[in-house]
T-cell receptor, first 109, second 115 residues
Framework: QKEVEQNSGPLSVPEGAIASLNCTYS??????FFWYRQYSGKSPELIMS????GDKEDGRFTAQLNKASQYVSLLIRDSQPSDSATYLC?????????FGQGTTLQVKP | DGGITQSPKYLFRKEGQNVTLSCEQN?????MYWYRQDPGQGLRLIYY???????QKGDIAEGYSVSREKKESFPLTVTSAQKNPTAFYLC??????????????FGAGTRLSVL
């Protein structure tokens, strides 16, 4: 069974801190990795995509990929209360992608 | 206004009834997907389609059926065989299925409940 695993949390950080969200995957042929944010009762929205080893930065967000360790992470700098949501990791190869169960992030003012 | 439209927003099913959830996209995307989300859980893939007139089962296809007769439409039928259909159903589409074309965009979802 190919899986994507995340710590369900909740992960609680103070406003202005760095939030670190982690994801591991079991399918070694996975080529595409995505982080989505989902507010309660809403549909997921794309935060970051990453396809090669290393870091990718976009504003306050940095995605990190290590294919040898089968590990992908999302760092959120200067966390804001509006970042409080569930963050979903998505990985896979052609066509069929698999979501992790999500990590709930709480940013406390 | 481009995007993915799901309807209805809320749906109620009676025992033994089949219901159909609509998903339409005007993004000219080749691939479309149906996911189910239960409270506090991640998204589980029901069916996906990479091209018109072709679709594949996901991880939880039992009790569901789909069709892909047009590029822009991918309706999901929840049959009476699905004994626990109460969930949040999300439709998504992507330009393709490789690399950056695999980025999925989601509709607003349909909440299905059993009467």
């Amino acid at each position: 069974q190919k899986e994507v695993e995340q710590n369900s949390g909740p992960l609680s950080v103070p406003e202005g801190a760095i939030a670190s969200l982690n994801c591991t995957y079991s399918d070694r042929v996975s080529q595409s990795f995505f982080w989505y944010r989902q507010y309660s009762g809403k549909s997921p929205e794309l935060i970051m995509s990453i396809y090669s080893n290393g870091d990718k930065e976009d504003g306050r967000f940095t995605a990190q990929l290590n294919k040898a360790s089968q590990y992908v992470s999302l760092l959120i700098r200067d966390s804001q209360p509006s970042d409080s949501a569930t963050y979903l990791c998505l990985s896979g190869n052609t066509g069929k992608l698999i979501f992790g169960q999500g990590t709930t992030l709480q940013v406390k003012p | 206004d481009g995007g993915i439209t799901q309807s209805p927003k809320y749906l109620f099913r009676k025992e033994g009834q089949n219901v159909t959830l609509s998903c339409e996209q005007n993004l000219n995307h080749d691939a479309m997907y149906w996911y189910r989300q239960d409270p506090g859980q991640g998204l589980r893939l029901i069916y996906y389609s990479q091209i018109v007139n072709d679709f594949q089962k996901g991880d939880i296809a039992e009790g569901y059926s789909v069709s892909r007769e047009k590029k822009e439409s991918f309706p999901l039928t929840v049959t009476s065989a699905q004994k626990n259909p109460t969930a949040f159903y999300l439709c998504a589409s992507s330009l393709g299925t490789r690399g950056s074309k695999n980025i999925q965009y989601f509709g607003a979802g349909t909440r299905l409940s059993v009467l």
